[in-house]
């Protein structure tokens, strides 16, 4: 399967599809598919348009990847990278960019620690941080993310630790 696939399952199976805008967590108005550009209170869409939201994001995630990832990826490890991009800011994007450039091991570790909204840690981000570095490493991801979901913060903590123990 190709990166835009592998990327697009992920970031569906953590954003879901919602056609009317709501404030996610972090308190951003957020439509479609985890869309945030241009969503105002009482927006509605189309599931096509959605779709075409989902792309242009995946888009503007590809060209943030092009301009600070220097080293070659393989596609599960791009695919890890565009649902990361999707749902960072572009600060972030640069740190974790210059950790992969400089270390994989490093950048993985790393990774993990981008799961914060509104200053707290989110239970739904620390799932997606995990399920990313699973795919980044072409491990299964999706009974796993689905598993945790019915943990605790603690719990999840745990339980990544066990994953990545050794690793």
């Given at each position: 399967m190709a990166a835009k696939e592998l990327?697009?399952?992920?970031?569906?199976?953590?954003?879901?599809?919602?056609?009317?805008?709501?404030l996610c967590p972090a308190r951003i108005?957020?439509?479609?598919?985890?869309?945030?550009k241009g969503v105002h209170e009482g927006m509605v869409i189309t599931e096509e348009e959605a779709t075409q939201r989902l792309y242009e994001d995946m888009h503007d995630s590809q060209k943030r990847i092009d301009r600070l990832v220097k080293i070659k990826l393989?596609?599960?490890?791009?695919?890890?990278?565009?649902?990361?991009?999707?749902?960072?800011?572009?600060?972030?994007?640069?740190k974790l960019a210059g950790?992969?450039?400089?270390?994989k091991e490093l950048f993985k570790k790393k990774l993990l620690l981008y799961c914060k909204?509104?200053?707290?840690?989110?239970?739904?981000?620390?799932i997606?941080?995990?399920a990313e570095r699973l795919l980044f490493e072409e491990r299964p991801w999706k009974d796993i993310?689905?598993?945790m979901q019915k943990m605790s913060i603690e719990e999840i903590e745990d339980?990544?630790?066990?994953?990545?123990?050794?690793?």
């Open positions: 990327a697009s399952e992920l970031i569906k199976f953590f954003e879901g599809c919602e056609l009317e805008a709501y108005w957020t439509i479609g598919v985890g869309s945030t393989a596609p599960h490890e791009h695919a890890a990278l565009l649902s990361l991009g999707f749902n960072v800011s572009y600060n972030s994007s640069i950790y992969l450039n400089g270390d909204g509104g200053g707290k840690v989110l239970k739904g981000l620390k997606r941080r995990i993310a689905t598993k339980y990544s630790h066990k994953l990545f123990a050794g690793v």
